[in-house]
């Protein structure tokens, strides 16, 4: 890799004030490729500068902040990031994690870099492209160019950072009309190395008029030692290495278009020394569905940045999320409908399981504003706290101005009932199995949603083994 | 389908309508007859919905030129709720969710309305409740559905198979459908069009307005128009929506530019 | 349907705005202590209560006027208030039968429904009239007393069980609670009281019935419930006031204590003047309104149809002290014109496993401001202790403004509370909607109204939910257009 070919004339004077934040943009940019195709490098080379730009405004958010007020990001700061890519995977590694129904539809990254060897897209549908963006040919790459790191709020500080650096990224374009029903899976791989690692994963969706499609995005780590996935095990077990830090940066964008269709399932099961920052920005026009269940288990410190912007009458959005965290975990949603039209629709449901010390954050933000009459927007935040050390945080957040609406939020916090568990252990469940029966109830409303069977099934036994570490720790 | 010799349900002439003042329709001519189905075409903003709503009554729009004769009568001053009672039904782009009233409620007073104004008595409750879910199972809902208020938390294909139910209870001599196929997915588009076609008898007639191809799949139009501007531009058989699909609405508007032009 | 039979709708004139013409015993204007001793004196009042009263003052006069409440009016002069009207040939002595009420009294409740002679009285529900803050009769006080229940005026209990009025007045809403409490413990009139005793299921609904006359008299009536271990009680109230051009303050507090097992069910409609469609009159309605959950497993449910009154600044809440305690709240709260309602609930749970829940229903048409503003206080020792609470807002037509206030404070983390708010709208597009379905304006309103009002109306006494419905129909008779 030629790093120098990379560096942005305006290096200098992008330089943030913010000395870490300085330290992670250049290691972005030193990250960047310029791609084969020289009309494409200037499009693509003009985007980075835009985002590295774009910092040199910003620094790295603290508590003051809003947007980050229950969200520490100092244990975050305590590392220095490397963006040294390189890590190989052997094929055999990667079989428990590809998914039966999308054999031929897997595109894998790790590090944020695209693995040819890994991935797997012989045998696509028609009517979608689905490919890695740096190989991908200049007379495609130009139709990108309005959708690549469009979206509203791309100098958002991380989004910003990943842009910098974008080079590889899973693409997803789906003609008009094309009813894809096979999954596309996205494979995005963290190996960290002796420095802790930085990657920073890019995917791009575009469903066309009326057409339809289903991916799966999903983040996870492998360490190093022996390079097998992580099942979110909590203390390293004897002679292990504990897990090395990394940071993963990721960024999703997805256009559905007219009438389009897009089912989102978002899955990041990072390790327990993982940072994970993650934004998926959607835009939605006239009469299109979107669909996301993000379901989240792992890393120290994880955040979800989930930004929907509805460009037209009658777009539905349903928002899915369940949440899983135990130990020291904190993980913080943040979502954001926007509405500028009239007619549209949303529902929101997230749920949060917090054990031990873990901090889950909600703040569900919905702008219906005075153009956006007939707006239909419910959400849910629902949790439950199985220790008494366990915390939440939750902000259901509407402003809404127009008149003629319905909308409608909750908030509650819960722990497991005591009627409830002394009902099934009076049926002679021991305390742990009735205790897990009542966990595994209230995530499998958010799993059922999940289309993907084998998906499915996977992520309800990663619950259940989370736990069942945990039940025989406790002795 | 067309029938020689069927009566005229709809005879739309020279409409002009505008809203707030701004003209939204400029002198639409359509004539439907009993057994036809139409299709109205047309991009976003050439008043295609405009249209639908005007022949409704909707209160927002005021019609400045133009009648609209409907089963030999013209209905211009009429109130929605007559004009409905007449044998005008419209299923709406975007039904409403009406919170506390239940969907069964709603469909009963809809119903017996109706039977008040053709001096019938006032149907019980438990019959009703019969014969509206026979009417469930054209559109494939379930009759929980009926405890439900109406079109409350209802997905938007629930909402559209609500209006086609609502449509096979009031049995219409019109039906118009203002884009009742947006926002459906395939599987609730296939169940939309099959209700249409097994409720087009020969006594009465259908106008889909649609914004997108794919329904004339499903449900195949005698006649298909293209509105531009507040008037229709093109009129012509299935094989011209085909041809839009394929070649978009350019050829339409050159060809309309060209014919002012001419002129 | 247009903007006219909108306003007609709304202009539905208030049909209880007559005056009664009689002859009152009113004092001058202005408050100081010899008034409170006046009032006191006039009322031959224990010493205890005159404590009470003077202690109240004194506090009082240490307070500012709340304004952090989402409604706005001007100044209140409470020097050009009188602070005490009763109609002559009714001092304080109760009358022994209604022979000797003023007939013209007599003809008002049988003019506002509510019959009291015994011919045509209600037959299931007891009565205490009051007539400008004086308790003019009560009906069925024999066939209570025979279970045991006291039901009479505050006044004549002060007389009569001056020992149960001491223990509990002022225990549940302190004389210095807030600026207008400690207003009306100082100088009220009159108003109602309800004893059940232990284990006894009162036999009938209870009812007082307010009845605002005078245009310069300010209206502060105190109600005290008591139940007994193991009792049960539904009581309801009803206000109607004339029409005047002035304001009139209304400034009542109402206790509530249920021992153990107790429950108590205090339902209200109130439909004081709301000031003429320009917002000039009407009732300013600054009440108190508090019950305690003393004794565990104790229950108490406050159901309020509120119709009337210029501004209404009205929280009645539940202090669940007792383990196992459960309070309700079920509203409708009904704004139209220029009125302004800033009402809602507070849930304070301090026993174990306490229960709370809170339906809050408000509709705003016209001008009006409709706010709900509650509280739900977890206390430190509330283990396990739940609160649902549900405020969903309807706005009709276009100037309507509505809000929702809630705050929720958490202070242990064995407890749940769940809150769901919802605003939605009677306007032109929803009335299309049922048009084009052939179903009339009229027809539109009262099913969308009842619809949204159900859950509420469950909760009223029978007698008087559909009379609730009417009222609702009947003010809001073409609001939309």
Redesign the interface.
Known sequence: MNAQTSFSSKEIQAASSDQYLNGLLKQCQGQAVALQDSETATWLQQVRDHASSSLAQSSMPTKRDEEWRFTDLSPLMQHDFQADGEASVAPSTVEGLTLPEASTTRLVFVNGVYSHQLSDVTDLPKGVYVGNLSCMSAAHTYRLQNYLAQQEGSEELFTALNTASLTDAAVIWAAP?Q?VETPIHLLFLSVPGETPTLSQPRALVVAH??A?LEVIEQYTSLSESENRPNTGELPARQGELPARPYLTNAVTEIWAE??A?VTHTRVQQESQQGFHIGKSAITQS????YTCNAISFGARLSRHNLDVFCHG????TNLNGLTVIRGEQLSDTHSAIAYTT??C?S?QLHKCIIDDRAHAVFNGKVFVPKAAQ?T?A?QLNRNLLLSPKAHVNTKPQLQITADNV?CSHGATVSQLEADELFYLRSRGLNESDARNLLIDAFAAEMLQRIPTPSLRKTLSASLREGRGQKAEGRG | MIRENSNVILSVRNLTAEVEGTPILNGVNLEVKAGEIHAIMGR?GSGKSTLSKVL?????YKVTEGEIIFQGENILEM???E???KGM??A???????????TL??LR??YN??RK?QGLEEMDAFDFEDLVEEKLELVKMDPSFLER?LN??F??GEKKRNEIL?MAL?EPALGILDETD??L??DALKIVANGVNQLAKPDNATVMIT??Q?ILNYVEPDYVHVMRDGRIVTSGGKELAQELEERGYEWIEEEAVSEVSAQ | ??ATTAKNLIDQPYKYGFVTDVESDTIPKGLNEDVIRMISAKKNEPEFMLDFRLKAYRQWQKMNEPNWFHASYSPIDYQDISYYSAPKNNDSEKKQSLDEVDPALLETFEKLGLPLSEQKRLSNVAVDAVFDSVSIATTFKEKLAKEGVIFCSISEALQEYPEIVKKYLGSVVPVGDNFFAALNSAVFTDGSFVYVPKGVTCPMELSTYFRINSGETGQFERTLIVAEDSSHVSYLEGCTAPMYDTNQLHAAVVELVALDDAEIKYSTTQNWFAGDENGKGGIYNFVTKRGKCQGKNSKISWTQVETGSAITLKYPSCVLVGDNSVGEFYSIALTNNMQQADTGTKMVHIGKNTRSKIISKGISAGNSTNSYRGLVKMGPKAHGARNYSQC?SMLIGDNAEANTFPYIQVDNDTTKVEHEA?T?KIG???L?????????EE?AVS??V?????EVFNQLPMEFASEADKLLSLKLENSVG
């Open positions: 009309n009813i008029t009326s339809s007219e009438n269709q006239r009469d299109s569905r009458s009658q777009s539905d009239p007619h629709t529902d007939l239909n419910a319905q | 976003n409704a009554g909707h209160p927002d109130e929605p709720d004009r409905s009672l039904f419209l709406f782009q975007y039904p409403l969710e009406i919170p506390g009233v239940s409620d709603f007073v809809a309305s109706q104004q208020s409350e938390g997905s938007g609502q009031l947006s926002g997915d395939i914004h997108y794919r | 349907m247009t969903d919802s939605s032109e597009d929803q299309f909607y049922f048009a084009q379905r052939g179903i009339s027809d099913m969308m009842s619809g949204f009002c159900q």
